[in-house]
């Protein structure tokens, strides 16, 4: 395979087309979706006053020579965090809304790195098979399809892959 100098990037694919694969690869939407799980659990742990808790409870009992009685409970409760425990929760939460973006990046990275590694491959096999097309027609000291012959370099022919 010919090699591309810096400058020349024409043997890349098109960055939208790279864009629209990244962003929809499933490794990139389990990253987002693994970051709107840690937003989520961000909010939880960045919730304000907690909220009030009710609870009851009605039944009945018998008290021996006494008779029967109506019994209820009924509680109120709310949590509290003491010391810097709010505080640590937030930082808790951002850290893994922070974590979960650099995830997504890096999950497009490597799934820059698998897009790369297929579209060399896919390069390297076209001119394998440029080759072994010629290969194929030039056995011997004879010409195979002797009227497909040109003597010169075929019409079809691009810059990077001369035909004969």
């Known amino acids: 395979m010919a090699s591309a100098s ?38 939880r742990l960045n919730a304000g006053p907690h909220e009030y808790q009710v ?40 850290l893994g809304v922070e974590y979960g973006l650099n995830a997504i990046e890096d999950a497009k990275h490597q799934t820059a790195l698998l897009l790369m590694a297929d579209w060399m491959a896919w390069l390297e096999a076209e001119d394998l098979n440029t080759a072994n097309m010629i290969v194929a027609n030039s056995e011997g000291a004879f010409v195979h399809d002797k009227e497909f012959f040109r003597g010169g370099v075929d019409p079809i022919s691009k810059p990077k892959y001369v035909l004969y």
């Open 55 to 94: 609870s009851g409870y009605l039944g009945g009992r018998t008290v021996n020579q006494q008779g029967e009685f109506t019994v209820y409970d009924l509680t109120v409760t709310r949590g509290i965090r003491l010391g810097d425990k709010a505080m640590l929760d937030a930082k808790s939460g951002s």
């Open 6 to 43: 810096a400058a020349d990037l024409s043997f890349l694919p098109p960055p939208e087309a790279v864009d629209k694969i990244l962003n929809e690869h499933p490794i990139v939407g389990t990253a987002e979706a693994n970051l709107d799980v840690a937003k989520a659990d961000a909010d």
